[in-house]
């Protein structure tokens, strides 16, 4: 059975668009003009049970949107989409007992109170048993190193801190699924490292099915069998990240170092009439680029010998770079400018051509956190100068937030 | 489940506990209110017996009793929720088991439950020794007075649901929650009872939630209302709590639908 299926996928807003200058905004108060925006376009995708697969795009792509949907935070706006056998936003409150969430850019600790009273709060919302609760969060203590965490108050943990303990609150209840919405972001790299490392962990034990959103292709390299990439709303690549670097790295770079001064145009002559092309940086060292059509022996066999070749590496063409370059492009169909023979990528979806854009809409978020709860309950100037008793504390949590 | 919610009113509880230092300007705000009140009261009625319907003592004890009872079913319900729907913390409330809005509410329950431990009951104590105050003596008077500030914080933490949802659809709906601030404290009769309005004015009135909310418990408590008048006041407040429940879902279920949320 399939964790999650998603077809033909849509939600559009609907935003006030602001006209320029006073009066335009005289205007506005009476006619308010709106603009839709399609943030996510009929997409349609199936992940099983057990995958862990990242979901990639740029800002404003859509992932977020995708995630609060399968999340049952948002209606979608026509589409079907089922989540471990549930229609997310219909049957929100018995569904989220089968899901855990962790959105990088929120807290869903409580702020105020201790990590373990959260914990403890939140075991009675998902009305965990109390031995369920203990052996579980023994394991996580153990595994995410909470340990002296667990009696702090939120609002004093760093970062890295907060999000092993965010990863916590969101597996008490055992979810068989998991949502990572930019789950590493911000974090240093042994945090992450760490993070990772639970989360394979998480995946081989428990069979848990991983969707996640990230920024970090390391994170995609070093978590995911399958990526999703997503372009203005609809599904430009899905599939291995093995077959997209193969797909898309056009190539790979041989980078010599000579032990005694060559003349570049020497190097030209030697590969006349191979598709190859050098860059020569000085007379002592030069990069040599390769079409993947092209056997490296080949190339090798007129160089060596005939050049007075000191070292030699080779380099393929980075994820980072070819996700830059897919970006760009805005379509993981390889250019027909790239080699012969590799025109099409199975599970491409034709981006045909590009919709009006639809930036701005749920992503591009400032990297700050809010904590959930309670500590939301701020008090406005206005309260504090009428001195409802017991008020103004809640805006000095804020500001120390 | 139930367990669940109930710990929200505990956590909450303990929040407003732990920052308690500031909730002791507010006695003395709530007092010189009181104060004020009690001494412009005593001056409009000069040598008159009865206005309104109240007598001079009653009038003074309806405004301390008002006010105090205010302490307990105030909460700014709408604000948290408005901040939560505008920085986009409610995304996390929709991932969780529950239903968001009677969590906030018994959270708002918490609130009270501290303000009356805490402020309203030692309140009551220094406001009596101040003003002489005309306390029944009835025992059932004190019982009731309780019951329908319990249904003062139903109507008024309804109220704030409402005006709080409003942020899914307008951006900033401080406005709104302002207007509705003075129109509570303005029309539920903290500020001036209900009966000291002109009829036109009174008719209208009593067809609307908020006299429910501050009219009716302090009318009861001071002993203008009297026997089958307190039941029926009981009556209004229920029906308004009820009532109040389908615009509540509806508006709800609308939101569901128009929910984004901001900052991604």
Redesign the interface.
């Known amino acids: 059975m399939a964790a999650i299926e998603v077809e033909r996928l849509r939600k559009t ?1 609907r935003v ?1 668009e602001h006209r320029e200058s006073l009066r335009g905004a005289l205007m506005d108060l009476f006619l308010r003009r709106y603009k839709e925006i399609v943030a996510v376009r009929d997409i349609s995708f199936r992940i099983p049970e057990g995958e862990i697969c990242g979901y990639i795009g740029e800002n404003g792509a859509g992932k ?1 949107t995708t995630i ?1 949907m399968l ?5 979608p706006t026509s589409g079907r989409v089922e989540v471990a056998g549930y229609v997310p ?1 219909r049957d ?3 569904f ?2 089968r ?1 855990g ?1 962790v ?1 990088g ?4 600790l ?1 702020w ?2 201790g990590v373990i ?1 959260s914990f403890r ?1 939140l075991r ?4 965990v048993s109390e031995t369920d609760f203990r052996r579980r969060l023994d394991e996580l203590t153990e595994t995410l190193q909470l340990g002296d965490l667990l009696h702090r108050p939120v609002r004093k943990l760093s970062l890295g801190q907060r999000m092993r303990c965010e990863l916590a609150a969101a597996l008490l209840h055992n979810p068989s699924i998991l949502f990572l ?1 930019e789950p590493t972001i911000g974090l240093d790299i042994v945090v992450k490292t760490q993070i990772r490392e639970f989360l394979k962990k998480l995946n081989r034990e428990h069979g848990t099915t991983i969707l996640l959103t990230t920024h970090d292709l390391q994170d995609i390299e070093a978590l995911c069998s399958r990526v999703i990439m997503l372009d203005e709303g609809m599904i430009i690549y899905d599939g291995s990240l093995e077959e997209l670097k193969e797909r898309w790295s056009r190539g790979r770079e041989i980078r010599f170092r000579f032990s005694e001064p060559v003349e570049p145009s020497g190097l030209a002559a030697l590969t006349d009439g191979l598709p190859v092309r050098w860059t020569a940086a000085d007379e002592e060292s030069a990069r040599l680029w390769v079409p993947r059509e092209i056997q490296v022996a080949d190339v090798l066999a007129r160089l060596v010998g005939a050049l007075p070749i000191l070292d030699m590496s080779f380099k393929e063409t980075g994820t980072d770079e070819i996700v830059r370059a897919i970006y760009q492009s805005g379509s993981a169909s390889v250019p027909a400018a790239g080699p012969a023979g590799n025109a099409s990528v199975p599970g491409v979806e034709a981006a045909g051509g590009k919709p009006v854009p639809a930036a701005g809409t ?5 990297v700050s956190v ?3 709860g ?1 500590a ?5 100037p ?2 504090a100068a ?9 805006t ?2 804020q500001v120390r937030g | 489940m139930a367990s669940a919610y109930l710990e929200f009113i505990r956590i909450r509880f303990l929040t407003m506990l732990a920052y308690r230092v500031n909730y002791y300007s507010g006695i003395v705000i709530y007092s010189l209110n009181i104060g004020v009140y009690y001494f412009l009261w005593k001056a409009i009625y000069g040598d008159a017996s009865q206005l309104g319907g109240f007598s001079a003592a009653q009038i003074t004890t309806y405004v301390a009793v008002s006010w105090m009872a205010r302490s307990f079913y105030f909460n700014n319900l709408d604000r948290e929720i408005a901040n939560e729907i505008r920085d986009g913390s409610v995304a996390i409330q929709m991932v969780r088991p529950y239903s968001y809005l009677l969590v906030k509410f018994m959270q708002g329950f918490g609130e009270g439950l501290f303000r009356l431990v805490m402020f309203m009951l030692p309140g009551l104590v220094v406001v009596m020794l101040l003003f002489p105050l005309d306390l029944p003596e009835e025992p059932w008077r004190w019982a009731v007075f309780f019951l329908m500030i319990l249904f003062s914080f139903l109507i008024n933490s309804q109220i704030n649901l409402l005006t709080g949802m409003i942020a899914f659809w307008l951006e900033n709906n401080q406005g709104v929650m302002s207007f509705k601030r003075v129109l509570v404290d303005l029309l539920s009769g903290v500020v001036l009872p209900i009966s000291f309005f002109p009829g036109w004015a009174r008719t209208v009135l009593e067809w609307l939630p908020f006299q429910a909310i501050a009219y009716l418990p302090g009318s009861a408590f001071t002993g203008t209302l009297n026997g089958s008048e307190v039941a029926y006041a009981i009556g209004v407040q229920a029906a308004w709590s009820l009532a109040l429940i389908l615009p509540i879902m509806l508006m709800w279920r609308a939101a569901r639908r128009r929910m984004f949320v901001q900052g991604g």
């Open positions: 807003f006030p977020s609060k999340a049952g935070i948002l209606v936003w929100r409150e018995t989220v007992r899901i969430v959105f850019q929120r807290s869903q409580w105020d109170i009273e709060l009675k919302v998902y009305r919405d749920a992503e591009a978020a400032p809010k904590a959930a309670d939301a309950a701020s008090a406005g206005e309260e009428e001195g409802e008793p017991g008020e103004e504390k809640r000095e949590a």
